[in-house]
T-cell receptor, first 115, second 118 residues
Framework: AQSVTQLGSHVSVSEGALVLLRCNYS??????LFWYVQYPNQGLQLLLK??????LVKGINGFEAEFKKSETSFHLTKPSAHMSDAAEYFC?????????????FGQGTRLTINP | GAVVSQHPSRVICKSGTSVKIECRSL??????MFWYRQFPKQSLMLMAT?????????EQGVEKDKFLINHASLTLSTLTVTSAHPEDSSFYIC??????????????FGPGTRLTVL
């Protein structure tokens, strides 16, 4: 069965510093991996995704993530944090065939940006 | 891009009443939609998969008679919380697949509905 583990329920960085949010997955088949962001009292917005091909994927708002099969990881990074990045971030892996896939979410990481 | 809406965004009801939440795909058709539940400071828990024209598939532990799902058209799925109780208070989020668009492997999420049962 697929699963996702996000290391660190809460990450705090200074404005302008590197953001690193960790995600490890478990999957018996080649995974589709996703990062979503959630602002308070809102739904989820897709940041980026990995399906096939290039292992370094770039997303919106300057975020990127690298799929490392050997490490079963899909960590999210951003070179320079901005105050507007403060939110909850969820890593997810898809389960099932394309077009009818369930998503299994990690526990979430709350990112706080210090001025 | 693909947009999913939910209505209402917030609802407060008395214990014992039923509440209906709508999920609409605004600019695409979705034969499959998903309903999630999120408790404060927790992750999303999949409740059920909503299939257009057929019965929903519920996850283990989710009461299908309490959480009624209807997917009557390719753009609308509804979740009805029947005989709601305070423990049903939660944030309910739907998502939908854009199965004919450029990103057929991506779920698009609605903004969520905050349900409070008094």
């Amino acid at each position: 069965a697929q699963s996702v583990t996000q290391l660190g329920s809460h990450v705090s960085v200074s404005e302008g510093a590197l953001v690193l949010l960790r995600c490890n997955y478990s999957s018996s088949v080649p995974p589709y991996l996703f990062w979503y962001v959630q602002y308070p009292n809102q739904g989820l917005q897709l940041l980026l995704k990995y399906t096939t091909g290039a292992t370094l994927v770039k997303g919106i708002n300057g975020f990127e993530a690298e799929f490392k099969k050997s490490e079963t990881s899909f960590h999210l990074t951003k070179p320079s944090a901005h105050m507007s990045d403060a939110a909850e971030y969820f890593c997810a892996v898809s389960v099932g065939i394309q077009g009818a896939q369930k998503l299994v979410f990690g526990q979430g990481t709350r990112l706080t940006i210090n001025p | 891009g693909a947009v999913v809406s939910q209505h209402p965004s917030r609802v407060i009801c008395k214990s014992g009443t039923s509440v209906k939440i709508e999920c609409r795909s605004l600019d695409f058709q979705a034969t499959t939609m998903f309903w999630y539940r999120q408790f404060p400071k927790q992750s999303l828990m999949l409740m059920a998969t909503s299939n257009e024209g057929s019965k929903a598939t519920y996850e283990q532990g989710v009461e299908k008679d309490k959480f009624l799902i209807n997917h009557a058209s390719l753009t609308l799925s509804t979740l009805t919380v029947t005989s709601a109780h305070p423990e049903d208070s939660s944030f309910y989020i739907c998502s939908a697949w854009d199965q004919t668009g450029a990103s057929t492997d991506t779920q698009y999420f609605g903004p969520g509905t905050r349900l409070t049962v008094l």
